[in-house]
């Protein structure tokens, strides 16, 4: 009795790790990109394309670090002001998504916004 419940719990381990890796490395061949960031909080869900705005739009890592983003992916989700209201103020994303740095926020809400399917259709297999 004791050894199925050993066995059984190796085993969840075992599937949970499985799909932690497989998610993970999925991201990277999907868009062949692991520098995307999905936020899931507080809405279903955002992308933002780290690499692209590190890489292909110029921006240099100090004037996101540690001004606006610490270094380290989901981090800023915890806090109660990622939303709008702090955007439309210049905060976070709204820093340079004011229609002049970057596109504005009040429209084209899907360059962001991926929604649920978005989300799904990333971390498929
Ligand atoms: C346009 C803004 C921006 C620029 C430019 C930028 N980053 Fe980031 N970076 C972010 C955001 C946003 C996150 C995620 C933070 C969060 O979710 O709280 C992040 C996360 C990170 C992380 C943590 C990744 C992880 O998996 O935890 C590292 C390391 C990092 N950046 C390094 C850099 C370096 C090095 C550069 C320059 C080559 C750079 N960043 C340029 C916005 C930027
Ligand atoms: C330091 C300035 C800066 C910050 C901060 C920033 N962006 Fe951008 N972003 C840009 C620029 C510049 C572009 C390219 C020009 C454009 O399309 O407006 C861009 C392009 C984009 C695009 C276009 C498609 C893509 O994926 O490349 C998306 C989506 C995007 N940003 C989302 C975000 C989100 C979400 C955040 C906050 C987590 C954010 N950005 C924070 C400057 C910034
Ligand atoms: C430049 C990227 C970007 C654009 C464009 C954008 N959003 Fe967002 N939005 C975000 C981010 C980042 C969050 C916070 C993270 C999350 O909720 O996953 C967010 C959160 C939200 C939320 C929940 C928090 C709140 O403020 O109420 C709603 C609702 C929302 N967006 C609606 C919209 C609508 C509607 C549009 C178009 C008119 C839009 N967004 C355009 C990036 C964007």
Redesign the pocket.
Known sequence: MKKLKILLLTLMLLTGLYFLLTTKSSLAEQGGNEDL?I?TKPVKAVS?N?KA???D?G???N???DK??????????KKDDFNHKSFSKGKYCGV?HDGKKGFAMDRQCTRCHIGVKGLNKISKR
């Open positions: 960031i936020y933002f780290h705005h590190s890489e739009y921006i240099s890592c004037i996101c670090h606006i983003f610490q270094m380290e992916a989901l981090n800023v989700e340079c």
